[in-house]
Antibody
Framework: QVQLVESGGGVVQPGRSLRVSCAAS????????MHWVRQAPGKGLEWVAV????????YYADPVKGRFTISRDKSKNTLYLQMNSLRAEDTAVYYC????????????????WGQGTMVTVSS | DIQMTQSPSSVSASVGDRVTITCRAS??????LAWYQQKPGKAPKLLIY???SLQSGVPSRFSGSGSGTDFTLTISSLQPEDFATYYC??????????FGQGTKVEIK
């Protein structure tokens, strides 16, 4: 069945780096845009980054711009989020999310979510 | 960026009640609004897309309406499994994609 499975979360010190991964299965990974969305403990949902299916366009939320990098390996059906210069405010569950587009302008909804991986930034 | 504001922040209701949650966008977003349900410790689940289209597999007691800046999610007859937090999200002007702050539906 259609599935997204995140991995790579953990506890990391402020200023250090971490890479989380998302393994996709059950659908043609290269045909979909993919997002990362995070949720701090007890808080709401915050969009982090997107990479479109063609892989050429990437966008980031302002709080992570210049520190985080989204990438994908089509041969492994895997999405990545490289997080550098981590801060305490980056502590959150990170969800990998599939984008279902409804028209050619990119209007979409987030139709498939992974179970999330927890990233804790603490000394 | 477009700001999304949900009301109420929480609602107490009983099984069988009709529950309505409102979402307001800071500027017009046409009908590009989605609703998600999140249960504790679980990932969000898509319920409604394009303001009023029911995602496959979602019970028909859930419905969405609205366009422009004002939207509603209605649960026609609340079931025990519907106690959760609900989020709206705009998908008209991006990036960024922005979410409302959430509405928690609690047992009365």
């Amino acid at each position: 069945q259609v599935q997204l499975v995140e991995s790579g979360g953990g506890v990391v010190q402020p200023g250090r780096s971490l890479r989380v991964s998302c393994a996709a299965s059950g659908f043609t990974f290269s045909n979909y845009g993919m997002h990362w969305v995070r949720q701090a403990p007890g808080k709401g949902l915050e969009w982090v980054a997107v990479m479109w299916d063609a892989g050429s366009n990437k966008y980031y939320a302002d709080p992570v711009k210049g520190r985080f990098t989204i990438s994908r390996d089509k041969s492994k059906n895997t999405l990545y989020l490289q997080m550098n210069s981590l801060r305490a405010e980056d502590t959150a569950v990170y969800y990998c999310v599939r984008s279902r587009d409804y028209d050619s302008s990119g209007h979409s909804a987030f139709d498939i979510w992974g179970q999330g991986t927890m990233v804790t930034v603490s000394s | 960026d477009i700001q999304m504001t949900q009301s109420p922040s929480s609602v107490s209701a009983s099984v069988g009640d009709r529950v309505t949650i409102t979402c307001r966008a800071s500027q017009g977003i046409s009908s590009w609004l989605a609703w998600y349900q999140q249960k504790p410790g679980k990932a969000p689940k898509l319920l409604i897309y394009a303001a009023s289209s029911l995602q496959s597999g979602v019970p028909s007691r859930f419905s969405g309406s609205g366009s422009g800046t004002d939207f509603t999610l209605t649960i026609s007859s609340l079931q025990p499994e519907d106690f959760a937090t609900y989020y709206c999200q705009q998908a008209n002007s991006f990036p960024p994609w922005t979410f409302g702050q959430g509405t928690k539906v609690e047992i009365k």
